[in-house]
């Protein structure tokens, strides 16, 4: 039994001494068989939200009204959730009312696929009431059920399919994908912000390519934002980049990902899918960086302009689709700049004037932009005598 178990054991036991049912479940079950690194250690019992504060002297209601406990113990936390039973779901998302029940089947069957519905007792014997230790062993990911119905409850699940594609290059089982495909149009019923964290895993996940293509043949595509009649543009996204190569961050899987689109507005594109301010700046210069590469070589301004790790994961991209790349000469004329920012030039605005008597405004704006990039272009050293005697030409 792997170590973050171990230590949660004794949770169990206290569980169990009040004589209670608990379990490990859910995901860090399917990673510990796969030998996978394990994240959060997830607790179902059936003792109820009341019962386990009865239990425990340190809890925190953080989704009590769904069954949800934390429990303070030792060094670690735990998330500790009654057996339940979900009612209608309303929005293809959320239940409309959640049963607190005493049996793990009824609980571990509202599960979204055989291989998470997984669970483990203290003794380290699993209970299998799917068949999801047959479907770990054939690589296969296959719903809890009827496919239909799952996908009905909760459209993420869609995603979260072809996002655990990605992650552990399994293959889908055949009425599983096609109920994924049939439900595909739930999407549009989900919130951006959540199909967005599991594209965004899918593309840094390293079999990428094989939920990509799940996806594409699900068009699904057709039901994400500004994704309508994709096919073509994500297929060449496959087809541009080499077979090995992976994402080394989510900056530049969705650069590609807009590059393949030909998506001319980049902040636009991105604020549809809900994403943050910086998120959406990075993107667009990795975007801008990689087109002027297309035209040519990078110039200081260049180097100067954009963050030398967008630059060379732009180069990355390059180098995947077989282009020539430039890394060297970009490194060498990066380290070469006599300043990096703005703010390592040695004469301010705030300089000009308190001692030269300069105003603010718009032409003070103008002559320091003119410093700055004479300092850059290497015309103009960083020196006080040097710029200031700059200035005296430029104003005459």
Same mark, same amino acid.
């Given at each position: 039994? *792997?170590?973050?178990?171990?230590?949660?054991?004794?949770?169990?036991?206290?569980?169990?001494?009040?004589?209670?049912?608990?379990?490990?479940?859910?995901?860090?079950?399917?990673?510990?068989?796969?030998?996978? *690194?394990?994240?959060?250690? +997830?607790?179902?019992?059936?003792? @109820? *939200?009341?019962?386990?504060?009865?239990?425990?002297?340190?809890?925190?209601?953080?989704?009590?009204?769904?069954?949800?406990?934390?429990?303070?113990?030792?060094?670690?936390?735990?998330?500790?959730?009654?057996?339940?039973?979900?009612?209608?779901? &309303?929005d293809y998302r959320r239940p409309s009312q959640v049963?607190? &029940?005493?049996?793990?089947?009824? +609980?571990?069957?509202?599960?979204?696929?055989?291989?998470?519905?997984?669970?483990?007792?203290?003794?380290?014997?699993? &209970?299998?009431?799917?068949?999801?230790?047959?479907?770990?062993?054939?690589?296969?990911?296959?719903?809890?059920?009827?496919?239909?119905?799952?996908?009905?409850?909760?459209?993420?699940?869609?995603?979260?399919?072809?996002?655990?594609?990605?992650?552990?290059?399994?293959?889908?089982?055949?009425?599983?994908?096609?109920?994924?495909? +049939?439900?595909?149009?739930?999407?549009?019923?989900?919130?951006?912000?959540?199909?967005?964290?599991?594209?965004?895993?899918?593309?840094?996940?390293?079999?990428?390519?094989?939920?990509?293509?799940?996806?594409?043949?699900?068009?699904?595509?057709?039901?994400?934002?500004?994704?309508?009649?994709?096919?073509?543009?994500?297929?060449?996204?496959?087809?541009?980049?080499?077979?090995?190569?992976?994402?080394?961050?989510?900056?530049?899987?969705?650069?590609?990902?807009?590059?393949?689109?030909?998506?001319?507005?980049?902040?636009?594109?991105?604020?549809?899918?809900?994403?943050?301010?910086?998120?959406?700046?990075?993107?667009?210069?990795?975007?801008?960086?990689?087109?002027?590469?297309?035209?040519?070589?990078?110039?200081?301004?260049?180097?100067?302009?954009?963050?030398l790790d967008l630059i060379l994961q732009a180069e990355?991209?390059?180098?995947?689709?077989?282009?020539?790349?430039?890394?060297?000469?970009?490194?060498?004329?990066?380290?070469?700049?006599?300043?990096?920012?703005?703010?390592?030039?040695?004469?301010?605005?705030?300089?000009?004037?308190?001692? @030269?008597?300069?105003? *603010?405004?718009?032409?003070?704006?103008?002559?320091?932009?003119?410093?700055?990039?004479?300092?850059?272009?290497?015309?103009?050293?960083?020196?006080?005598?040097?710029?200031?005697?700059?200035?005296?030409?430029?104003?005459?």
């Amino acid at each position: 039994m *792997p170590s973050e178990f171990q230590e949660a054991l004794p949770v169990l036991e206290k569980i169990k001494e009040a004589g209670f049912e608990a379990y490990f479940v859910g995901g860090s079950v399917r990673d510990a068989l796969l030998n996978r *690194p394990i994240h959060d250690v +997830d607790i179902a019992s059936s003792a @109820y *939200p009341e019962e386990i504060k009865t239990i425990f002297h340190r809890t925190v209601d953080v989704g009590i009204e769904h069954g949800t406990v934390l429990v303070l113990e030792g060094q670690g936390e735990y998330e500790i959730t009654t057996f339940r039973t979900e009612d209608v779901y &309303v929005d293809y998302r959320r239940p409309s009312q959640v049963s607190f &029940v005493r049996s793990l089947e009824e +609980d571990l069957k509202r599960r979204d696929f055989t291989i998470n519905a997984l669970a483990l007792d203290q003794n380290g014997e699993i &209970v299998d009431l799917f068949n999801g230790l047959a479907d770990m062993k054939n690589r296969t990911l296959r719903a809890v059920g009827v496919a239909a119905e799952r996908f009905n409850e909760d459209a993420l699940r869609i995603m979260r399919g072809f996002r655990f594609q990605a992650g552990l290059d399994f293959d889908l089982e055949e009425l599983t994908f096609q109920a994924m495909a +049939d439900c595909a149009p739930l999407l549009e019923k989900i919130s951006v912000e959540r199909i967005f964290i599991e594209f965004d895993k899918l593309l840094m996940s390293p079999f990428w390519r094989k939920g990509l293509e799940s996806l594409i043949k699900a068009a699904a595509y057709d039901f994400l934002p500004d994704m309508k009649d994709s096919a073509e543009a994500l297929q060449e996204l496959l087809d541009s980049l080499e077979e090995e190569f992976r994402f080394s961050s989510s900056e530049q899987a969705w650069a590609a990902l807009l590059l393949a689109l030909r998506v001319k507005d980049v902040r636009k594109f991105l604020k549809h899918w809900k994403t943050s301010n910086e998120f959406q700046k990075r993107v667009n210069q990795l975007v801008a960086v990689y087109e002027i590469r297309q035209e040519r070589s990078l110039s200081k301004r260049d180097c100067y302009q954009y963050d030398l790790d967008l630059i060379l994961q732009a180069e990355s991209l390059r180098q995947a689709a077989g282009l020539p790349v430039e890394f060297e000469a970009i490194e060498a004329t990066h380290a070469a700049l006599t300043i990096h920012d703005k703010h390592e030039i040695v004469v301010t605005g705030s300089h000009l004037i308190r001692d @030269y008597g300069f105003k *603010p405004g718009p032409e003070l704006g103008q002559i320091l932009t003119k410093i700055e990039l004479a300092i850059v272009d290497g015309e103009l050293a960083n020196s006080k005598e040097e710029i200031m005697n700059f200035i005296k030409e430029q104003v005459g």
